[in-house]
């Protein structure tokens, strides 16, 4: 065989080899890591008890970080699980009449799923940090996950298809109040049950996850 022939020869080979591994290698693309949410820029109003006034409205926001395809049967643990709750300045006026300028805590957030299944109801855990708010307006508190939060892993169905998490019609979170007057934090467990409107608001996290 002539140099030319065994170049020719060779070059087919490793095109050949080439093309089977990328036959071989299709569709198993690491997945990305994307961010689903629920709640929008507005939020998910939940009707939430408050220290010394009727209970009153926040508005939720809730995300978490997620692969956007999972493998059928397969489980993972979402990360970056957090979101904010906004009392309105009408809401901390009420507060500031009755003594309170600041809060930290632990929320509990139940979450459920259209298809497959979870490892626990709900994220625990979730870190409130402190906060002496300023006189006046909207108060937004953060809520994280932080090292000692503990979050529910989700394994997809057996078949493939397409999966949603959703918040659900109640949350919770041990909390504590602080006093201006008297320097004191007050404990203080706040329940917040979603706010009944028509349509009903959308709990679910946006988008669906793929399952393949």
């Known amino acids: 065989m002539s140099r030319l022939s065994r170049l020719s020869a060779g070059i087919a080979t490793t095109a050949t080899a080439i093309g089977a591994i990328a036959v071989l290698t299709a569709g198993t693309a690491a997945a990305a890591t994307v961010t689903y949410a629920a709640g ?3 939020g ?5 008890t408050f220290p010394g006034i009727s209970p009153q409205p926040v508005a939720i926001t809730a995300h978490l970080d997620a692969p956007d395809t999972v493998v059928h049967s397969t489980s993972v643990t979402p990360s970056n699980v957090g979101g904010t709750a906004t009392i309105s300045a009408t809401v901390h006026s009420l507060l500031t009449a009755v003594g309170y300028d600041g809060i930290r805590g632990i929320a509990t957030v139940p979450v459920t799923a259209s298809a497959g299944t979870l490892s626990q109801p709900s994220a625990t855990g979730l870190n ?5 708010y300023p006189t006046g307006g909207p108060i937004t508190v953060n809520i994280s996950q932080v090292a000692t939060s503990s979050i529910p892993s989700w394994t997809a169905q057996a078949t493939a298809g397409s999966a949603t998490l959703s918040l ?5 979170a041990n909390l504590e109040f602080h006093k201006k007057s008297t320097n004191t934090w007050s404990a203080w467990t706040m329940n917040c049950t979603l706010k009944v409107t028509s349509p009903a608001q959308n709990t679910a996290f946006s ?3 793929t399952v393949s």
Not at 44 to 48: S, V
Not at 168 to 172: A, E, I, P, V
Request: proline letters at 10%; charged letters at 5%.
């Open 168 to 172: 659900t019609s109640g949350l919770s």
């Open 40 to 42: 929008g820029t507005a």
């Open 44 to 48: 998910i109003t939940y009707n939430c």
């Open 128 to 132: 409130i940090p402190e906060v002496i």
């Open 207 to 209: 988008p669906s996850i």
